[in-house]
């Protein structure tokens, strides 16, 4: 095990893309780790690990979710849903779903889990977006991960004696969410950041010291495992 | 022919000083607010609603007169919830993203939609200093905001419209002195009409526009060395909000 110690993690978006890889490599590394996405169990992929599994959707009640992770004393939200396409023919529910997943399911996490996470000195990793300063063709996204980046930024200097909060502002990276989100990411899958080589570097960052928000680019990745 | 304005939150503070500014410039001026405008001056046509219920807006544009375009939209309706996060009601949060956000985006949707905005319209986003400098104490507020820019920026870039973002800094509205740290004495906020009439003068370019120098300045330190400028208004203010309960919206 790397870190030495044995933690309790809970990880959003656990059934697909970076959250995926976030759940295989903590559970190589032998940590307890609570996982929940949106599908059901049946529909996992086959290198899911051997972990307990949640389905649970962000956009619901936060209670069983708040319920669910409050033993964990590392909690990393990597759930976020949005399509890319103009503000014109974006649909009015889509819009919602976007803002309470990417956004409102966070405030509302984070605030019910504050006691248990202040009482064991707990870490936070929320997964942003180069999207965060506005990309044109996702206005809802970027406002929601624009929205993100603010809440980051100020929780964590409200929170700096107690609990570590970390927002990770990551570029293109190769998971199914470009192609969920109408974009065909084939003509920038050279610039795709790997998504295990993402999540080993969130794990171990948001361990170590370090700047409250971090961008991860290819650059970051060179020379790391 | 007359041209048309819409502005949120038009019947007080900044809100106002829009509304007075752009009737004086000659446009009809439609104004969405919860509470009614202290005056009735020609050429203002104020709406009653509240911008928290946001399922409440595709009726709401759907009453506008059926050929109807607006040259200016101003999003400036925001409320706050300041003291420590852990201590303020969710509702209360939940009111913020949903005025300061939510409105603005399903607004913004709804007049692109219903092709309710004129060529190379204008639409201005109030958003705020906090953007640069952070604001802990005011954590969904932080929030709101950062998320209005971004969709802003978004937008700017994918549209013919012009798309200005304020970042203003304190202002001397009811609204700032609401929300400020008990026994703040508040000295150098700015005049809502010194606002209103420097982001208008600019309203037919895209870009962003600070409060004054001095702030623009306090911005680019915040771009610059952010971590520093955090601690500054973790210290500064986030210490004094924190001492204190929590204030929110007195409506919601
Ligand atoms: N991939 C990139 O290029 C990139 C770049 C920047 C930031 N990010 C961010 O990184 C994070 C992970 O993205 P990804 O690329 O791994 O995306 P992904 O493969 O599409 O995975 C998204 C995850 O979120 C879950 N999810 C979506 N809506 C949900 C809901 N309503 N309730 C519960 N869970 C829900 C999904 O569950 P199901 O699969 O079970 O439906 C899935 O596990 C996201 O926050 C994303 O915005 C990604």
């Not at chain 1, 609570?34 to 956009?59: K, V």
């Not at chain 2, 005056?39 to 050929?67: C, I, R």
């Not at chain 2, 001397?172 to 026994?183: F, K």
Request: net charge positive; aromatic share 6%.
């Amino acid at each position: 095990m790397q870190q030495g110690r044995r933690r309790h993690y809970f990880v959003t978006g656990a059934s697909s893309g970076i959250g995926l890889s976030l759940a295989r490599s903590l559970a190589g590394q032998g940590h307890d780790v609570t996982a929940t996405g949106q599908r059901a169990p049946a529909d996992l992929s086959p290198d899911f690990p051997d972990i307990a599994y949640h389905q649970l959707d962000l956009s619901g009640p936060a209670a069983p979710l708040i319920a669910l992770a409050a033993p964990a004393d590392r909690v990393v939200l990597a759930a976020g849903t949005g399509f890319y396409r103009p503000l014109e023919h974006e649909d009015p529910a889509a819009l919602t779903q976007a803002m309470a997943v990417n956004l409102g399911s966070v405030i509302r996490l984070l605030h019910g889990l504050y006691p248990t996470l202040a009482r064991q000195a707990g870490r936070v990793a929320l997964l942003g977006s180069v999207a965060d300063k506005g990309s044109a063709g996702m206005p809802v996204y970027s406002a929601s991960k624009g929205a993100l980046a603010g809440l980051a930024r100020s929780l964590s200097a409200e929170w700096a004696d107690r609990i570590t909060v970390r927002y990770y502002r990551l570029w293109p990276t190769r998971t199914p969410m470009h192609a969920r989100a109408g974009y065909d990411a084939r003509k920038i899958d050279w610039l795709l950041m790997d998504p295990d080589r993402v999540a080993r570097f969130v794990i171990d960052h948001l361990e170590g010291g370090g700047r409250a928000s971090k961008t991860i680019s290819p650059l970051t990745m060179v020379g790391r495992r | 022919m007359s041209r048309w304005a819409l502005v949120t939150g038009g019947s007080a503070g900044l809100g106002a000083a829009f509304v007075d500014q752009l009737l004086a410039l000659g446009y009809q001026v439609v104004s969405l607010d919860r509470d009614q405008p202290d005056g009735a001056p020609p050429g203002l046509h104020a709406v009653q609603v509240d911008l928290s219920t946001v399922a409440a807006l595709p009726e709401l544009v759907a009453a506008l007169d059926a050929d109807r375009v607006f040259d200016v939209v101003v999003f400036n309706a925001g409320i706050s919830a300041v003291g420590a996060f852990e201590d303020i009601d969710l509702r209360q949060m939940d009111a913020v993203i949903a005025v300061n956000l939510l409105a603005p985006m399903e607004l913004t949707r709804l007049l692109v939609a219903g092709a309710k905005l004129a060529r190379g319209a204008s639409l201005i986003f109030v958003a705020s200093l906090s953007n640069r400098l952070s604001y802990p104490g005011a954590a969904a507020y932080a929030a709101s905001k950062q998320g209005l820019e971004a969709f802003a920026n978004a937008l700017r870039t994918a549209s013919t419209y012009r798309v200005l973002t304020v970042l203003p800094g304190p202002l001397d509205t009811d609204h700032a002195r609401h929300y400020a740290p008990v026994g703040s004495k508040g000295c150098k906020r700015q005049s809502p009409a010194a606002l209103a009439s420097r982001v208008l003068r600019r309203r037919h370019r895209s870009g962003t526009v600070y409060g004054t120098v001095a702030q623009a300045l306090a911005g680019l330190s915040g771009l610059v060395a952010p971590s520093v400028m955090t601690g500054l208004m973790r210290r500064g203010l986030f210490t004094k909000l924190r001492a204190a309960p929590p204030v929110t919206d007195k409506r919601m």
